[in-house]
Nanobody, 118 residues
Framework: QVQLVESGGGLVQPGGSLRLSCAASGLAFSTNAMSWYRQAPGKERELVARITNVGGFTIYADSVKGRFTISRDNAKNMAYLQMNSLKPEDTAVYYC???????????WGQGTQVTVSS
């Protein structure tokens, strides 16, 4: 079975940094595009960043561009989201997602809470 497990969330002050990790199992990791989404209470889930299964092409939401970096390590079946210069509006539950060949159904992790507050 496909399993995605996020870690690294927590409470951080504005301007701080966190690195989220996503450990994947039960899938051919290298064939999956990997994404990070987030959802704040009362708001729709939004795409934060995505990295393709081949080529390592990345996209970012405008709100995080220049502050967040998505990466992957296919040898370790891991995806990461490095978050710098965090703002209170970054507060949300962050979800890891995998999509086979970038076109198949999305598989979701359980989410990890990120709270940015002073």
């Amino acid at each position: 079975q496909v399993q995605l497990v996020e870690s690294g969330g927590g409470l951080v002050q504005p301007g701080g940094s966190l690195r989220l990790s996503c450990a994947a199992s039960g899938l051919a990791f290298s064939t999956n595009a990997m994404s990070w989404y987030r959802q704040a209470p009362g708001k729709e889930r939004e795409l934060v960043a995505r990295i393709t299964n081949v080529g390592g092409f990345t996209i970012y939401a405008d709100s995080v561009k220049g502050r967040f970096t998505i990466s992957r390590d296919n040898a370790k079946n891991m995806a990461y989201l490095q978050m710098n210069s965090l703002k209170p509006e970054d507060t949300a539950v962050y979800y890891c997602a995998a999509r086979p060949y970038g076109v198949g159904p999305l598989y979701w992790g359980q989410g990890t809470q990120v709270t940015v507050s002073s």
